[in-house]
């Protein structure tokens, strides 16, 4: 009995000593449509490295948008996550905000940092000052969805390479009783398509902490979605109802990010899907923007075991093994070596829908935050006003552009 008693206080005490050091961090990233399967995926190889570590998983952000807004109001009530993931263009606000913290005093700790594969092209998206910020978690590109039997059933058996080719594609599909034959991601977060256009003709919608809309490439790309959404007389689908259709195989084409495949294809019902690269305006699309997302320490706690596990799960999740997830469950490109060249080798020749994006990397730019405390308001603002093209509410074109350049003027103070 007195040893069964000493075996007992053992365990209790080995139990009491393993709960003191059981570390509990938070945790908030967007669009759980997308990631709840990837992060379903990392937890059991990050609790079997890590069982000190308790990930606390906060409510998921709507969109990027949602996702810097809510960080910043946690920022004034004292109730940040410890580890927040945040859209790439989305960084540089909470950086010169202080909310996202320098990243150089753990790098300078881990002596084979460089050997866990980051590309230093990708760490530069999350670089400010000199200092990494952030670890970038995932990559994405523009590409095109295609439902080849609604294609193939109107005899189009070449996938296009222009938006000439597309508005003629759908008006193909109209006259063979297709309703709906595109949707166009206009409303994807931070004006990602309006970019888009704007870095195919190779102009950046910001230069020099001016926006560019006043620019005869803006006008283009104005110009340019009016044509689409006209021609080919596209209906506006909210982005999540527009998915849904495009897998339910009532679409013909939908022009999105990569970062959705993971999702159409749990989803997509009888019918063939290939991908293919992002149409040009009139030739090869010259640049286009980076989309994803980096992972941000925002902990405000000041205990050292907080901070370190915080450290250690944003290094797992962006790794090699975390990352080999994202490009599993998604349709992301993971910003890591270690996951393209081992992890996933030969992942993308058995998976040719996820390589398209991947064959538009040499096409890689950054996807640019508006300058100043308005560029949530920018945002808004060019959103809007595209919706203004797409129901028609704005059909001259050149007067919708002086319009957004007024309204983002007042913004910024230039007027």
């Not at 670089?127 to 990559?139: A, E, I, Q, R, Y």
């Not at 293919?276 to 994803?292: D, N, Q, V």
Request: charged fraction near 20%; glycine fraction near 6%.
């Amino acid at each position: 009995m007195k040893f069964a008693t000493t075996a007992m206080a053992l365990v209790l005490s080995a139990s009491a000593v393993f709960a003191d050091d059981k570390v509990t961090i938070e945790f908030a990233y967007p669009y759980s449509h997308l990631f709840d399967v990837t992060y379903e995926a990392m937890m059991p190889a990050f609790h079997a490295a890590h069982p000190n570590i308790d990930v606390k998983f906060r409510a998921t952000y709507e969109s990027y948008e949602d996702g810097t807004n809510t960080v910043l109001r946690e920022a004034v009530s004292g109730n940040l996550p410890d580890v927040s993931m945040q859209g790439l263009n989305r960084q540089q606000i909470l950086v010169d905000k202080g909310i996202a913290k320098s990243l150089e005093p753990f790098i300078a700790k881990e002596a084979d940092f460089a050997k866990d594969g980051y590309h230093e092209a990708m760490l530069s998206l999350s670089t400010f000052d000199n200092k990494v910020h952030g670890l970038p978690f995932s990559v994405s590109l523009p590409v095109g969805y295609y439902n080849m039997d609604i294609l193939e059933a109107g005899g189009i058996e070449q996938l296009p390479t222009t938006w000439d080719e597309v508005i003629a594609a759908c008006e193909t599909m109209k006259a063979n009783g297709v309703d709906n034959p595109i949707f166009w991601g206009w409303n994807i977060t931070g004006n990602w398509f309006m970019q888009a256009l704007m870095w195919s003709q190779d102009k950046a919608i910001v230069e020099d902490a001016a926006v560019t809309l006043d620019s005869p490439e803006a006008l283009n790309a104005l110009k340019q979605m009016q044509a689409i959404f006209d021609k080919c007389e596209m209906q506006n689908l909210e982005w999540k109802a527009a998915l849904s259709s495009f897998s339910a195989g009532e679409i013909g084409m939908m022009f999105w990010s990569t970062s959705a495949l993971g999702a159409v294809e749990r989803s997509q019902g009888d019918f063939e899907m290939v991908t293919g690269p992002f149409p040009g305006m009139s030739e090869t699309p010259k640049g286009l923007p980076a989309g994803g997302n980096a992972a941000l320490l925002t902990s405000t706690s000041d205990d050292p075991k907080v901070q370190d596990a915080a450290w250690t799960w944003l290094k797992f999740i962006t790794s090699g093994e975390g990352a080999a997830e994202v490009a599993k469950t998604t349709g992301y490109m993971p910003p890591n070596k270690a996951a393209n060249e081992v992890i996933l080798a030969d992942f993308y020749q058995q998976n040719p829908n996820k390589q398209t994006a991947v064959d538009q990397l040499p096409l890689l730019r950054d996807w640019l935050a508006y300058p100043g405390d308005n560029g949530l308001a920018i945002t808004q603002v060019i959103y809007d006003s595209i919706e203004r093209i797409v129901t028609k509410d704005a059909t001259d074109m050149e007067d919708l552009q002086q319009e957004m350049v007024d309204e983002v003027n007042d913004l910024l103070g230039n007027s």
